[in-house]
């Protein structure tokens, strides 16, 4: 009998503890190893009959246990690792979660296949479940489209699983450094910048435009949004404190228009072209004083036609510029001391505000020391060395060492420095943070658009598209922005936007400029121009390889393009600032176009020209328009046989939807997720929707003028999930609603006229999660709701509450929450 016969038996008895401390520490090997556990409980007296019978195996079973015992060390290998893994690094935790899964699968084919042909026919016969067993197999697939659902519609947890962790994790750094006494801990010089700026807004009244100047990354946001919160800031002025971002590329038309709404109180139609003349220094007179803060300015010709004076009106402009000609009077931030500086690096490396006892503090000293007292830096790098072993910070010392000093005139040294925490990603990681640079600054991406556009260029699925956010939002390389209107409780993704600092948007672009232009992976606008860069059309001669093509213009008409040759490219992205706007010839140049995003950034929907090169995109799978106004499709148009997904946000539809216009099933066989939000000027959705049967994903939300949803809905045979977000005027669902066996998701939430919830709810079996805040109408439930077995979370306000409570108390699955009421007014500046 060979060695390897009695270590079998120990290995898997070993690996059978580990995999038991698992399932109660790790969420995501959660499943795969409790059917490890399985799998290897069978095992073990399997082997130790081998063991103890002292009978010599044939060479040919003597491999196989072999092979069997290296597979359990591998495995006792990987559950060390899984219990070592950090909770928080969840794209490592996914990646050990997939290797769990494949050695569960290695084991089990070996225990139906050689094992049960050979030993077991020696031992007992021992007969095992085939159909379970394969079952589980082929659930491994399910599970992770299970463990997708749920982060999606916010069910995994009450956290809201990784999503839901990560944005609590950044509005508790937000609440360390901004709230009571934790502004503080960024620093005396911070604290002393803001008694400083408050004395200059409040003390005198001479002084009608106040400046905070800093270097990228040096804080100056973070002391001008901690200023807007101070509870003596917002007394003084009345609580009219208003914060706006102006960026590289404003529109100033907009900004104005914000700004006259902010100050004189009169709204202004975000569909109307007209902006009130810019005279409001003569014009409003303020009931109260007002401070308006106006960050990220690059500009003097842009300060000078955003300012204003009025009496009791005041101005805070946050810059890395300092504009002597506008501002009265400027406070110039300091960096942090090297003990501040060392507190905020512990915090992001260590999860502690001190090196904790048997680190090499001089190392970590080196480390701090080079990061210059910058907060963004010393956030950063923090995180992307947290746990990392003192090799791995050596080498991160020496090449921070080599890098110029940081100064205003250094920016790119910043970079350099910065480029540290990028190179140290896994290579799928890093070029998914290079991929964000192709967005403007300072705007809110929806969660979608990224995933979307991660999912299409890196062949990956969308839970390993999630982890991959998390990761970069662990190491602050990534923002998580909640909506507002939703208050505390995380409710599902659709919530979430991604925003990004736009020093780390400077060096995504940095590092994704640095190749020859036709060769670049990435071919980029920085900021808004009036046409297309000159070094575009002097590199017309050859094809650009880049996968990533995004343009940033104003109006552009069908002269204003020029050809150009992308046959890699997978993503096109186009933001403009416009009432009208021609789409680029160059589509038609584009073979592997699977990605369109197209958001105007204007006042006004823009009407679109040259749709028919929709009917040259076969290859397209995902679709985004934003504030355009709907165009009728050719009436021969090529159906789009690949397009899954579709979003029309603020747009005008203008009736262009309707079943006599266009046939949805025909043009869009496989759309599987529809999504039209604060779209205007249609009423019904057009009843062809309802043959759309490859739909899983219908969103109607903040649809003022939608008024009902046709008869046959409950043809949609895959759907499961139904988003109705405030839509006012919508009174009744129909009752074929019923019919949905497979919706999981319900959210009828701000639909203030809904009357009820149709009776026949009931027959939404698979039916896990149903968000109805803020419909005061409805003071009932139907009785047919106690047939909703699956039914794990309702969302509702406290008046009915009492209602869904009496079947949580029937059904032990059922958790009921009372959704606050949330006065935030911040979303309206978005």
């Known amino acids: 009998m060979a060695v390897t016969d009695f270590f079998a038996g120990e290995i898997a008895t070993e690996l059978l503890k580990q995999l038991i401390t698992i399932c109660r520490k790790s969420t995501l090997c ?12 069978e095992l073990i007296p399997i082997i130790r009959e081998i063991k103890y019978t002292g009978v010599e195996l044939p060479p040919t079973r003597q491999r196989q246990l072999d092979f069997i015992s290296q597979k359990l060390r591998d495995g006792q290998e990987l559950a060390a690792q899984v219990l070592k893994s950090p909770r928080w690094n969840v794209y490592k935790n996914l990646q050990l979660a997939r290797k769990m899964e494949k050695l569960e699968k290695t084991i089990s084919r070996f225990v139906h296949g050689p094992m049960q042909a050979h030993v077991l026919a020696d031992v007992h016969h021992v007969r095992f479940d085939m159909a379970e067993r394969f079952d589980r197999i082929e659930g491994s697939t399910r599970r992770l489209e299970q463990r997708l659902g749920g982060l999606k519609i916010g069910i995994v947890d009450e956290s809201g699983g990784w999503i839901g962790e990560a944005v609590k994790r950044v509005e508790e750094e937000e609440e360390m450094c901004g709230g009571d006494g934790g502004f503080m801990s960024l620093g005396a010089g911070m604290e002393l910048g803001k008694r400083k700026v408050k004395e200059m807004l409040m003390g005198r009244e001479d002084l009608s435009v106040v400046g905070i100047l800093g270097i990228g990354g040096s804080g100056k946001t973070t002391l001008a949004r901690e200023i807007c919160r101070d509870d003596q800031v917002r007394s003084h002025f009345s609580n009219r404190v208003f914060f706006l971002t102006v960026s590289q590329s404003p529109n100033v038309e907009q900004l104005r228009a914000k700004i006259w709404e902010m100050i004189s109180g009169n709204s ?19 009931a109260a004083k007002t401070l308006l803060v106006l960050d990220d300015v690059w500009s003097l010709s842009v300060l000078e036609q955003l300012k204003f004076r009025i009496p009791g009106c005041k101005i805070l402009v946050v810059s890395r510029f300092k504009f002597q000609q506008v501002t009265d009077c400027t406070y110039e931030l300091e960096l942090l001391r090297e003990d ?41 790098i923090g995180a992307s060395l947290r746990d990392q072993p003192e090799l791995f910070w050596t080498s991160a010392k020496n090449r921070l060492s080599r890098s110029q000093p940081i100064c205003e005139s ?20 890093r070029q998914c943070f290079l991929d964000l640079g192709s967005f403007p600054e300072d705007k809110k991406i929806p969660l979608d658009i990224v995933i979307n556009m991660w999912v299409e260029l890196h062949d990956i699925d969308e839970e390993e598209a999630f982890a991959i956010l998390v990761e970069l939002s662990n190491k602050n390389l990534l923002t998580l922005v909640k909506d507002a209107r939703s208050g505390d409780m995380y409710s599902t993704y659709y919530e979430i936007c991604v925003s990004q600092h736009d020093v780390l948007r400077d060096l995504a672009i940095y590092l994704s400029s640095r190749e020859d232009i036709n060769r670049r992976r990435r071919l980029l606008m920085p900021r808004r121009e009036e046409g297309l860069p000159k070094e575009w059309e002097r590199n017309l001669d050859e094809p650009f390889n880049a996968q990533i093509v995004s343009v940033y213009t104003g109006r552009m008409g069908e002269m204003d ?28 140049n584009m073979p592997k176009l699977r990605a369109l995003i197209l958001i105007n950034y204007g006042t006004s929907s823009a009407v679109l020209h040259n749709v028919s090169v929709f009917s040259n995109l076969s290859n397209l799978r995902s679709l985004w328009l934003e504030k355009v106004s709907v165009p009728r499709l050719p009436d021969r148009m090529i159906p789009l046989e690949n397009l899954r997904k579709m979003s029309i946000i603020l747009s005008d539809i203008n009736n262009n939807l309707d079943q006599s216009v266009v046939d949805l099933p025909h043009l869009f066989p496989r759309l599987s997720e ?97 968000d109805m805040r803020e419909c005061p109408q409805i003071r009932n439930v139907p009785m047919s709701v106690a047939a909703l077995q699956s039914l794990q979370r309702v969302i509702c306000d406290e008046e009915v509450s009492w209602l869904w409570k009496d079947l949580e108390k029937i059904g032990s699955n059922l958790c009921v929450q009372v959704a606050e009421e949330c006065f935030n007014l911040d979303w309206l500046a978005e």
């Open 268 to 286: 202004i139609d975000g569909f109307s072209p007209m902006i009130p003349q810019w005279r409001l220094q003569y014009d409003i007179k303020p």
């Open 561 to 588: 393009w020029f050809q150009m040759d992308f046959p890699k490219a997978e993503v096109l992205i186009l933001n403009f600032s416009s009432d009208e706007y021609f789409l680029p010839p160059f589509i038609d």
């Open 340 to 380: 501040e500086a060392m507190s905020l690096f512990c915090r992001f490396a260590f999860g502690q505000n001190s090196i904790p006892l048997g680190i090499n503090k001089n190392l970590v000293k080196q480390v701090v020391d080079e990061c210059k007292g910058l907060p963004l830096a010393l956030k950063v």
């Open 30 to 41: 959660k499943s795969s190893a409790q059917d490890l556990m399985d799998s290897i409980q």
């Open 674 to 770: 529809f999504t039209m939000d604060h779209c205007i000027n249609f009423s019904e959705l057009p009843p062809s929707i309802c043959r759309m049967q490859s739909l899983r994903s219908l969103s109607i939300t903040n649809c003022d003028t939608l008024e009902r949803f046709p008869k046959d809905l409950g043809k949609l045979s895959s759907l499961q999930i139904l988003r109705i977000y405030a839509c006012p005027k919508l009174r009744s669902l129909p009752s074929g609603i019923g019919h949905l066996i497979w919706l999981k998701y319900l959210d009828i939430s701000q639909c203030v006229n809904l009357r009820c919830l149709p009776e026949e709810i009931g027959g939404c079996r698979s039916l896990e999660k149903i």
């Open 410 to 429: 250094h920016e790119v040294q910043l970079l350099e420095r910065m480029k540290l925490s990028i190179d140290y990603l896994p290579d799928k990681v």
